[in-house]
């Protein structure tokens, strides 16, 4: 070929490839960057979409709380509870951040179990019911009481013969239903329970009941004092007997969290221990400060020694160390099984609150 003639073709083709390559280049990112402290698994598009692909499974690369219940509620009506409790079991350990919402979605499979099976109680905790903390016996008992003609009898007898502690807790859910949220009427069904540790196990139902309603719940909501809460999130902690002041101010930090928007201000966590400082003149600031390290596990399990470091910023020891021992309480709560304690503790890096935990979990202080 004459040079001048393959001089043209050589670069009218160098034109070509380079518009080529112009048209299948990616000049963007595959991913956009991923928000500062927020797991990359756990991101979101837009609009509450998932980032990623479906995996083949066909389930959402990243569970919300409304796909995730979705999914259970659908399989408990093609199957039964049973099928629907061991996937949100399998899926809670898989994907450690669904326990943020799990718990409340156990709540819901109970109540629609107990409409399912026409209030027949046995029935309904026949399935095994552990996961998420015990929420799905919750529910059912929550359910059954609301549908009592006669809870003030059935809140005693419900859960006999074994009159488990998951199940009286559920009991003080059940028993914030039938009173509408009324403390001092809540207080006295309580104390109809005939031992000291039914009557604090009811509390405890009562008091997480009263800071954080389930959220599909439109009476429980509305009966929620806000007004009080919100000016003085203590409420009604500091007037409360005392057998009844250790529950109320460890699910008080339930509501101060949700209301400072902690998924979206991480902030709040070591916030909260601040404002638990509050409750030193009533005495409570220990179990609030308890409260803080539980609540800092349950909406981080997917990120224990950041959850862990929340706790190192308490000004005092004494703080740090209660919060440290909420951390162990919840994360023993979610994970049942031996050697749970040492797990969470060895992933602790601050070498202070990595010792309050294995104190508080009867461990060795060396980590052998």
Not at 147 to 172: E, F, W, Y
Not at 183 to 191: F, T, V
Not at 306 to 328: E, I, N, P, V
Request: net charge negative.
């Amino acid at each position: 070929m004459h040079p001048r003639i393959f001089a043209i073709v050589t670069a009218v083709l160098l034109g070509v490839l380079g518009i080529g390559a112009v048209t299948v280049t990616r000049w963007t990112p595959d991913t956009a960057p991923v928000a500062a402290g927020v797991p990359a698994t756990t991101q979101a598009a837009p609009g509450g979409a998932a980032s990623a692909s479906a995996p083949p499974t066909g389930d959402p690369a990243v569970w919300t709380r409304s796909t995730l219940r979705n999914k259970l509620m659908a399989e408990m009506d093609a199957s039964d509870p049973g099928v629907a409790l061991a996937d949100l079991d399998k899926i809670s350990k898989a994907k450690p951040y669904t326990v943020r919402f799990c718990h409340p979605i156990a709540h819901e499979l109970g109540h629609a179990a107990v409409k399912r099976y026409h209030e027949d109680f046995q029935k309904v905790i026949s399935f095994p019911h552990e996961t998420c903390a015990a929420g799905y016996l919750h529910g059912a008992v929550e359910e059954m009481l609301a549908a009592s003609k006669n809870p003030q009898q059935d809140i005693l007898t419900l859960c006999a013969p074994a009159n488990t502690g998951p199940c009286i807790h559920g009991v003080g859910h059940g028993i914030m239903f039938v009173t509408k949220q009324d403390i001092p009427s809540a207080r006295d069904l309580c104390n109809k329970f005939p031992t000291t540790n039914r009557r604090i196990t009811c509390s405890e139902g009562v008091f997480m009941q009263l800071f954080a309603p389930d959220e599909e719940d439109e009476k429980a909501k509305a009966n929620l004092p806000a007004d009080k809460l919100a000016a003085d999130p203590l409420y009604p902690c500091p007037e409360q007997p005392s057998l009844f002041q250790s529950a109320c101010f460890f699910y008080a930090p339930t509501f101060y969290l949700s209301s400072h928007d902690y998924a979206n201000h991480p902030e709040a966590f070591a916030g909260a221990l601040k404002w638990c400082l509050n409750a030193q003149a009533s005495g409570g600031a220990n179990d609030c400060s308890r409260g803080v390290g539980s609540r800092t596990m349950k909406y981080n399990l997917d990120r224990a020694d950041w959850a862990a470091q929340q706790c190192a910023t308490a000004a005092d020891a004494w703080q740090r160390k209660a919060c440290a021992q909420g951390l162990l309480s919840y994360w023993t709560v979610n994970y049942t099984e031996s050697g749970a304690a040492a797990k969470l503790c060895s992933q602790i890096t601050d070498k202070e609150i990595a010792g309050y935990c294995r104190s508080a979990g009867g461990l060795s202080n060396t980590l052998d």
